[in-house]
């Protein structure tokens, strides 16, 4: 059973960073694009970031230069840097992931993915 449980969130300042990890169980981690999603209130799930099997990524506009995905492999572990935090970055984080391994952008996330953690919120303060 695929399992991924998020941690790292809170509440910081605008222009503070927080550090997210997901911790993976029940799949071969290595193997799978990981991704991490974000959900503000009120609106619906939107790409944060994705990281491939071979260490391609791709960030959203909205976060890049400013947020930074990786994964230790050894650990089963994927992790999303945050810096310059802004208000605008308010939302649930969600790490996930297909269960055939592979992560398509160019889909909605709802239709992307298929396997979710339960979300870390993260609020900025302005």
């Known amino acids: 059973e695929v399992q991924l449980v998020e941690s790292g969130g809170g509440l910081v300042q605008a222009g503070g960073s927080l550090r997210l990890s997901c911790a993976a169980s029940?799949?071969?981690?290595?193997?799978?694009?990981m991704s991490w999603v974000r959900q503000a209130p009120g609106k619906g799930p939107e790409w944060v970031s994705v990281?491939?099997?071979?260490?391609?990524?791709y960030y959203a506009d909205s976060v890049k230069g400013r947020f930074t995905i990786s994964r230790d492999n050894a650990r089963n572990t994927l992790y999303l840097q945050m810096n310059s935090l802004k208000h605008e970055d308010t939302a649930v984080y969600y790490c996930?992931?297909?269960?055939?391994?592979?992560?398509?952008?160019?889909?909605?996330?709802?239709?992307?993915?298929?396997?979710w953690g339960q979300g870390t919120l993260v609020t900025v303060s302005s």
């Open positions: 029940g799949f071969t981690f290595g193997s799978h694009d």
């Open positions: 990281i491939n099997s071979v260490g391609s990524t």
């Open positions: 996930a992931t297909r269960h055939n391994g592979i992560v398509v952008v160019t889909t909605t996330p709802r239709d992307a993915l298929d396997a």
